[in-house]
């Protein structure tokens, strides 16, 4: 008999007791062969979690991926790229944090979590965004397309990472085909390919690409997981060539 416990938990039941085993560390130890199953089949759909301007590996899934679904149903999970970025700065990587709402009691779902109004988020990470790329090749040519993002209060996390999201998609010119789950599977049942625990702040991404230029890069060297904005205002429209490439 097996029931589920929450976002995290598989609880195994029979006559002796129970055992426990969480969920992402089952995820984490089978997300290699996952990956490696998304480069031979990526013809196949994938499941991806929403993210504040994921990382470059993020959107090179989704420019080499024919179909996504992205995960609408599941609990809000801390200290993720759901609300958090990696930009390249002078000093090195900084992460941009959005805050958000305490809620109380059970875990909120992912599109009922609200961003905090007792904080300038949004000003502060414009700041530094411009701090570290007003220098880049293609900064100027894009700021207006994400600053009025950075501009207008948003009240839910999902809508203002949905809304950027598309953005991204619509500058990197991606036909990529987009759907939302409908319910949370911890363990999806049909074909798709299940990326959501691929990308995290606290460990590299197996997906790889072939570096680019980045401004400090004289300086730190080549830095990988960043945003997906320090592609874009590096590369520009070359930034296509980098994310469709078939660099397994």
Same mark, same amino acid.
């Given at each position: 008999m097996e029931k589920l416990d929450g976002r995290g938990f598989l609880k195994m039941q029979h006559d002796k007791g129970i055992f426990d085993f969480s969920l992402k560390e089952v995820q984490y130890k089978n997300q290699a062969k996952i990956t490696a199953q998304w480069k031979c089949k990526n013809s196949m759909p994938v499941l991806l979690s929403l993210a504040y301007l994921a990382p470059v590996e993020y959107y090179k899934v989704l420019a080499n991926s024919s179909e996504i679904f992205i995960e609408k149903e599941e609990n809000y999970i801390k200290q993720t790229y759901r609300n958090r970025c990696k930009i390249l700065t002078a000093n090195g990587v900084l992460d941009l944090i959005i805050p958000v709402e305490k809620s109380e009691g059970n875990k909120p779902s992912i599109k009922d979590v609200k961003i905090s109004i007792h904080s300038d988020w949004q000003k502060q990470h414009w700041r530094a965004?411009?701090?570290?790329?007003?220098?880049?090749?293609?900064?100027?040519?894009?700021?207006?397309?994400?600053?009025?993002?950075?501009?207008?209060?948003?009240l839910f996390l999902w809508d203002f990472n949905q809304e950027i999201q598309n953005k991204i998609i619509e500058l990197f010119d991606?036909?990529?085909?987009?759907? /939302?789950? %409908? #319910? !949370?599977?911890?363990?999806p049942a049909d074909k798709r390919i299940d990326l959501r625990e691929e990308f995290h702040p606290k460990r590299q991404s197996k997906i790889e690409y072939s570096p680019y230029y980045?401004? /400090?890069? %004289? #300086? !730190?060297?080549?830095v990988k997981g960043l945003s997906v904005i320090d592609l874009l205002f590096n590369m520009g429209n070359e930034s296509q060539f980098i994310l469709s490439e078939k660099y397994f």
């Open positions: 965004i411009v701090s570290a790329y007003s220098s880049s090749p293609f900064f100027e040519y894009y700021e207006d397309d994400l600053y009025p993002f950075f501009e207008k209060k948003w991606l036909e990529t085909q987009i759907n /939302f789950t %409908e #319910k !949370f599977e911890p363990f980045q401004v /400090f890069r %004289e #300086k !730190f060297g080549f």
